[in-house]
């Protein structure tokens, strides 16, 4: 049974850039359909008639605190994660694992770059609605605004990587991520983000909140003040972790099932 | 000459569904037929030589190491599914250039590459415009083969590769599939056009039900192949006249006539016999023969039982 060694040593492991390259390629076409833009549009025009009727009246205080509260740290994470799952499991579909997860490349590594490349996209997407929010930043007359977006965009960033790397574990996990992202809303970041001890550091959304309110000039939470360096770092700590429970979960599952064979 | 797949008491099962049963069969060199009904699990075994998804029981190597989720085996394999999903909005270049580089190919290596291979499947540069999807369905079994030659497989996976094409194309993909096995390439090939397969196949592997029946694949084999048909069909202008000719020289065994499409289906005697004297015996007949086919071809006779007694 042994033929080992009948045949010649298997080629060098793929250049990882190109893989990366490749991936990337393949990755950045689906940000240019124009179906794409088309979704992205409509989001803006929603996002358009939300700022009208949730900022329209009420100082610029009220305005950031609607940018906040429910932008920042609802309305963004909730796209990012679901774009995010919804993509992964676009990759687990026979039409891509046939022709990309049959060639040469390590699935933790696969996992890794998609996850990079969709997010730089989604990264892109949202600077789209960014720029509509600062659009209405500079209607409502929000002062000190170049340090005001850069603070807020900040905040938009790290969501979306956070959360979207919580959409690709998610959606590595099961065809039905987003109801387990509901599961992990309801209890995370609506249950124990809001009980006032430090287990809320376990609510993404709660850390970034409360930088940004603090950032803002809000007053600090009760439980400690909030440090950049500490809520960036364990905001990115969870994704690190969920990027890497989704490449070790992908590499040891089947990609078919039943119905083909 | 080596086996370069081999499987030792091979199963596979989704819970309680049969994928694979026990099989246990080598595959050498060149181009090798998989033959079955739908079900029989052919994907099923496709999917296990790709890395896909894990033997439930027994042995499966490929260039001599397992294959499951193992990028060394999977770097000189190639595989042309049966589905036609292919991703939305990117155009044949595009597409084949960014699955070279996930392959390991530098981006020009991938773009030169990608070009060669859709010029060798005969897919022309004035469709390279359009996407892949608004493609038609022949011209997506193009891409979906040209996709499988950028890396320089050692063995290819075709799952009805066929499906769609019409005769032509059918045919200039037999002569790439002949080419790369003559370049050492080897192709495992399923299809339900039997006639292809049976024009292409120096081996084959018949799957029933998850299994390969040992009474099957012998029918399939080089020396089944290697026999007479025992059954022809002659479409002539006087059926009447030629059986008689064939009765008084004792080849026939049986026939049956069918006046009004004017055909013969004769049963050998001695098939040797005949086919030796095929020629001079059809022109001293002095009917006039306007198709002559065999019956059934050795694997449909292999795959229907019916036909094969």
Known sequence: MNTASTFSPARVAPNLSHVWGGIWRLTVRRFLLPGHWLTLGLGLAVLTLLLIGGGHSGSPARFLDWTVGFYITFLVPALSFVAAGGAMRDEMKSGNVDYVLTRPVPRPAFVVFKFIAHTIGVQIDFLFAFGVVTFFAVSRHVPDLGWVTIKLLFGQMLLITAFSALGFLCGVISSRYVVIGLAYAGIIEAGVGQIPTQLSRLSMTHQVRDLLTFLLGGSAPVTSVPSLISTTSLVALFGVIFVAAAAAIFSLCELSGPADS | ?309
């Open chain 2, 1 to 309: 000459m080596s086996a370069i797949v081999q499987a030792e008491n091979l199963s596979r099962f989704y819970g309680m569904i049969l994928g694979l049963n026990n099989v246990s069969f080598a595959i050498r060199p060149g181009i090798t037929g998989i033959v079955g009904p739908n079900g029989a699990g052919k994907t099923t075994l496709f999917r296990l030589l790709l890395g896909q998804i894990r033997p439930s029981s027994g042995e499966l190597t490929v260039f001599g190491e397992r294959p499951w989720n193992n990028p060394a085996v999977q770097a000189r394999l190639a595989y042309c599914p049966e589905s036609e999903v292919m991703p939305a909005g990117l155009r044949p270049l595009e597409w084949l250039s960014g699955l070279g580089m996930i392959s390991g190919l530098s981006a020009p290596e991938a773009d030169t590459r990608a070009r060669a291979a859709l010029e060798r499947v005969k897919l022309g540069a004035e469709h390279w415009r359009k996407r892949v999807t608004a493609y038609s369905k022949g011209m997506k079994q193009r891409v979906k083969l040209a996709q499988c030659l950028l890396h320089e497989p050692k063995l290819i996976i075709l799952d009805e590769p066929m499906n769609g094409l019409d005769p032509m194309g059918r045919e200039d993909i037999a002569v790439i599939l002949r080419q790369l096995a003559s370049d050492g390439v080897s192709v495992l090939i399923s299809s339900h056009i039997l006639h292809d397969l049976e024009a292409l196949c120096a081996d084959f592997i018949l799957l029933r039900w998850g299994r390969i029946p040992r009474s099957l694949n012998e029918a399939a084999s080089a020396d089944a192949r290697a026999r007479w048909p025992e059954a022809t069909t002659f479409r002539c202008d006087a059926p009447e006249k030629l059986a008689h000719f064939l009765f008084e020289r004792e080849l026939l065994r049986g026939c049956d006539i069918t006046p009004e499409t004017g055909t013969l289906h004769a049963r050998w005697r001695d098939p040797e016999k005949f086919f030796s004297l095929y020629h001079s015996l059809l022109l001293e007949s002095g009917v006039r023969i306007f198709e002559v086919q065999s019956t059934a071809s050795f694997l449909e006779k292999a795959i229907d039982p019916t036909l094969h007694s």
